[in-house]
């Protein structure tokens, strides 16, 4: 009882979080990084007590980095870039087409893992300033559907119902901010 309120607890902060950054031009990044602190640790704890291991390895993630930002570690000393994250996600994309061709399905775990993968290399580049904000949300709408089977099947329906709700609002961030932009000024 107390894990699934914790797991409902951290899905509200999150889409509250992911509403607020679709939404605000001009974020403050102590609310920000704060809310997602405070959403992730509540998500890992309810995530390991359904044996969520993906749900559990992406907040945890999350909280990490939401500390080390908080903390003010210069994350952009980390050898991580752009290049490196579409080389890991190319060799995702490779491994989901071969299993999908040799097996005629669709292995959820790996695709659990690859969401794993886009959820957390986007949220560190975003992060440091590496990810322009129109891509992170195209990243978090892949990330948010592509895990659903394996929570799913965790029966993990707190982070079920925020990955819905997160996809649904990465897209109307996707559709504002893709408005925003001008060819032809």
Same mark, same amino acid.
């Given at each position: 009882?107390?894990?699934?309120?914790?797991?409902? &607890?951290?899905?509200?902060?999150?889409?509250?979080?992911?509403?607020?950054?679709?939404?605000?031009?001009?974020?403050?990044?102590?609310?920000?990084?704060?809310?997602?602190?405070?959403?992730?640790?509540?998500?890992?704890?309810?995530? /390991?007590? =359904?044996?969520?291991?993906?749900?559990?390895?992406?907040?945890?993630?999350?909280?990490?980095?939401?500390?080390?930002?908080?903390?003010?570690?210069?994350?952009?000393?980390?050898?991580?870039?752009?290049?490196?994250?579409?080389?890991?996600?190319?060799?995702?994309?490779?491994?989901?087409?071969?299993?999908?061709?040799?097996?005629?399905?669709?292995?959820?775990?790996?695709?659990?893992?690859?969401?794993?993968?886009? &959820?957390?290399?986007?949220?560190?580049?975003?992060?440091?300033?590496?990810?322009?904000?129109?891509?992170?949300?195209?990243?978090?709408?892949?990330?948010?559907?592509?895990?659903?089977?394996?929570?799913?099947?965790?029966?993990?329906?707190?982070?079920?119902?925020?990955?819905?709700?997160?996809?649904?609002? =990465? /897209?109307?961030?996707?559709?504002?901010?893709?408005?925003?932009?001008?060819?032809?000024?």
């Amino acid at each position: 009882m107390i894990f699934t309120f914790l797991g409902w &607890f951290g899905t509200i902060s999150y889409l509250l979080n992911h509403a607020y950054i679709s939404l605000i031009q001009q974020r403050n990044d102590t609310i920000y990084y704060g809310g997602n602190l405070l959403a992730a640790s509540a998500l890992v704890i309810s995530s /390991i007590a =359904s044996n969520s291991i993906q749900a559990a390895v992406i907040n945890g993630f999350w909280a990490i980095i939401s500390i080390l930002i908080l903390i003010k570690v210069d994350l952009n000393r980390l050898p991580f870039s752009r290049r490196i994250f579409r080389l890991i996600l190319l060799c995702f994309a490779c491994a989901l087409l071969y299993q999908a061709y040799t097996t005629k399905g669709l292995d959820i775990e790996l695709l659990g893992w690859s969401s794993a993968f886009v &959820f957390s290399a986007s949220y560190l580049l975003f992060s440091v300033g590496k990810m322009q904000i129109l891509n992170y949300l195209i990243c978090n709408t892949y990330a948010a559907f592509a895990i659903l089977p394996q929570v799913w099947v965790d029966q993990n329906w707190p982070v079920f119902g925020l990955e819905i709700c997160w996809g649904c609002i =990465s /897209i109307y961030g996707v559709t504002r901010k893709y408005s925003e932009i001008h060819l032809i000024d």
